[in-house]
C-alpha cells in the first residue's frame, strides 16, 4: 500500500509547491493575489539566508508498484522571535490536494493571513484506484489510493512541531479565520490555545501604501 513521506523540500520542489500555491488560490478565486514566482521561491527559501523553510508531504507507491512518487501537500514555515519567551516557529501556510484530504483529524488547506481562507472539504473517496498527469508540464502521474486514516495535514503540523522543539524554539504558532470552525477545533484537539479567546490579541498588517508612507518613500 502506498505510504506518506514528509520531509524538507528542495529547491528542485519550488514548481511543484508554486503550483499547489495556485491551486489553492485558485479554488478560493483568488488567483490575481498571488504574486509570487518560482524564481522568488528558489531566492527566498534556497539562499544563504533563506527567509522560510519548507516541508512538502509524498505519496510512495508500494514495491512493485510502476508510479513514481506524487507530492500532495506543504507547509511553509519560519522563525520568528519572541521578546517573552524566545525562539518562536510561525506556519504560513498548510495545503493539501484535494484528492488526499482525510476525513477526522484533517483538512484541506490554510493560509495564516485573511488574504485566503482556508477550504476545509472532506473527500468521499472512491475505493478504487485510477491515475491521472501530476500537472501538464510533469508527465509523472499519482496513483490515487484511498489513505483516510492518514491525516496528511496532521502530519505536517507535527513535523513543525519536531523542528520547532530542534530549534529550541518554545512556542509553535499559527493563525485562522474565525469563521473556520474545523480548523479551530482542530488546533485546539492537537493542544493549541485560542490566544483571541484567551487573551485578546489581534492581528495586524501594514502594506504597501501604508508601508510606504511609514517609511517617507
Not at 521578546?83 to 483538512?107: A, F, M, S
Not at 512541531?161 to 485562522?176: I, N, P
Amino acid at each position: 500500500m502506498a505510504s506518506v513521506l514528509i520531509r524538507e523540500a528542495k529547491e528542485g520542489d519550488c514548481g511543484n509547491i508554486l503550483r499547489m500555491i495556485r491551486e489553492l488560490a485558485e479554488y478560493e478565486k483568488l488567483s490575481d493575489q498571488v504574486k509570487i514566482s518560482e524564481e522568488a521561491l528558489r531566492a527566498d527559501g534556497f539562499g544563504e539566508n533563506p527567509f522560510f523553510h519548507c516541508l512538502v508531504a509524498e505519496i510512495l507507491p508500494a514495491p512493485g508498484e510502476p508510479q513514481g512518487s506524487c507530492m500532495v501537500g506543504y507547509g511553509l514555515y519560519y522563525f520568528i522571535y519572541s521578546t517573552w519567551t524566545g525562539r518562536n516557529i510561525y506556519l504560513e501556510d498548510i495545503y493539501v490536494k484535494p484528492e488526499y484530504r482525510g476525513t477526522g483529524q484533517d483538512w484541506g488547506g490554510e493560509k495564516s493571513s485573511p488574504h485566503r481562507p482556508p477550504h476545509l472539504l472532506p473527500l468521499n473517496r472512491s475505493l478504487w484506484s485510477f491515475l491521472i498527469p501530476f500537472s501538464s508540464d510533469n508527465p509523472s502521474f499519482c496513483f490515487f489510493l484511498p489513505t483516510s486514516g492518514q491525516g496528511i495535514g496532521s502530519k505536517i503540523i507535527k513535523k513543525v512541531a519536531e523542528v520547532a522543539l530542534d530549534k529550541g524554539c518554545s512556542q509553535f504558532r499559527l493563525a485562522v479565520l474565525d469563521w473556520n470552525k474545523k480548523a479551530v477545533d482542530l488546533y485546539k484537539a492537537l493542544g493549541a490555545r485560542d490566544l483571541t479567546e484567551a487573551e485578546g490579541w489581534h492581528s495586524f498588517r501594514f502594506e504597501g501604501e501604508a508601508m510606504r508612507e511609514l517609511a517617507g518613500k
